[in-house]
Nanobody, 118 residues
Framework: QVQLVESGGGLVQPGGSLKLSCAAS????????MGWYRQAPGKQRELVAT????????YYVDSVKGRFTISRDNAKNNVYLQMNSLKPEDTGVYYC???????????WGQGTQVTVSS
């Protein structure tokens, strides 16, 4: 059974930081590249960052490079997204999933809301 539980979102001022966490089912987590995605209001969901099973070969969308860091803890089946220097355009609902998401049958958890506003 697929399980993806995101947490750590909230309201933060521009320039602030948040760290998102995702707890994933062991069967999903251990075998796959994991990613963080986000969906801004009125926009399609986009891929933000990915990390391989062993923690290498990261991908970051250009808009977050140098500000966001993805990591994973294989012992805990968790994946994280450290977000620094947040901007209002980072606002949205953040989700974790495999990359590609089709590996979970495009199952999505509830996500965690990030709002960057003064």
């Amino acid at each position: 059974q697929v399980q993806l539980v995101e947490s750590g979102g909230g309201l933060v001022q521009p320039g602030g930081s948040l760290k998102l966490s995702c707890a994933a089912s062991g069967s999903i987590f251990s075998r796959n590249v994991m990613g963080w995605y986000r969906q801004a209001p009125g926009k399609q969901r986009e891929l933000v960052a990915t990390i391989t099973r062993l923690g290498g070969t990261y991908y970051y969308v250009d808009s977050v490079k140098g500000r966001f860091t993805i990591s994973r803890d294989n012992a805990k089946n968790n994946v994280y997204l450290q977000m620094n220097s947040l901007k209002p355009e980072d606002t949205g609902v953040y989700y974790c999933n495999t990359f590609p998401s089709s590996l979970t049958g495009n199952y999505w958890g509830q996500g965690t809301q990030v709002t960057v506003s003064s």
